[in-house]
């Protein structure tokens, strides 16, 4: 028989709802709904009272690391779904003027470095991209989901066999707040 500790409890705010299903956590609120898979063997979550309560089975390193990272993502989920998320990203070239576009669910980078090819990001998610100028725009009510779309537009423009204090062009974060 397992003695689980209460660790960390989160008060669900107003205008929010939080259900466990089958390890899953699924917040919804007016912008949406967010849903998380939080499975461990030491670690769990439970919805109990309209807060949410994180529980350990042992006091060690390892379940202090994992609680914590779970705080801050159900906290997030939280924010996400009342006010939700931007980052914003600047596009940066010398030489060759870059063109950004999206296709469904792919960002294409056109002309980066005088390429004939054009080079790909993967958007995921929810996550809704606008282009004004040299300013990408992302947003959505998961964290997670803008991050890594984030990192991908990043990834897509870096340079390789240049040296980068003189080839200073790709697409760079530069603001990430929350949506007002």
Known sequence: ???????????????VKAEMKEGVLEVTGKLGKVTRNFADNYVRVQVVDGSVSIEKSKENRYTRAISGTWNSEIKNMFKGVQEGFTYTMKVDYTHFPTRVSVRGNILLVENFLGERSPREAKILGSTKVSIKGDRITLTGIDKREIGETCSNIERATKIRGFDLRIFQDGIFPIDTEVEE
């Not at 689980?4 to 107003?14: A, M, R």
Request: proline share 7%; aromatic share 6%; no cysteine.
């Open 1 to 15: 028989m397992v003695n689980w500790k209460e660790s960390e409890k989160l008060k669900t705010p107003s205008g």
